[in-house]
């Protein structure tokens, strides 16, 4: 399954910067690009996970570790409707 996680800090900024430069994946999960962004939101993490227990894990791991605030999304390729 595909996901994207959206990330808005809340008070580490280049702590949590730094952290997702070098951001390993748990077993599971594979993450297939981090992005740095201007607007509403300013980073994402776009990955595969085997399922959604194993994303919400992974998800929270990261949102404690760098105390971003996040919102993630299920992704669907549009080849695959």
């Known amino acids: 399954m595909l996901f994207i996680t959206l990330l808005s800090p809340k008070g580490k900024g280049t702590e ?5 430069k070098k951001l390993k994946p748990p ?8 992005y740095f962004t201007f607007g509403r939101y300013d980073g994402m993490i776009v990955f595969d996970a085997p399922d959604v227990k194993a994303a919400m894990n992974f ?3 990261t949102g404690f570790a760098t105390d971003y605030t996040v919102e993630t999304l299920t992704a669907i390729p549009a080849k695959e409707l």
């Open 16 to 20: 949590a910067v730094a952290y997702l």
């Open 27 to 34: 077993r599971g999960i594979t993450i297939r690009e981090v």
């Open 59 to 61: 998800v929270m791991e």
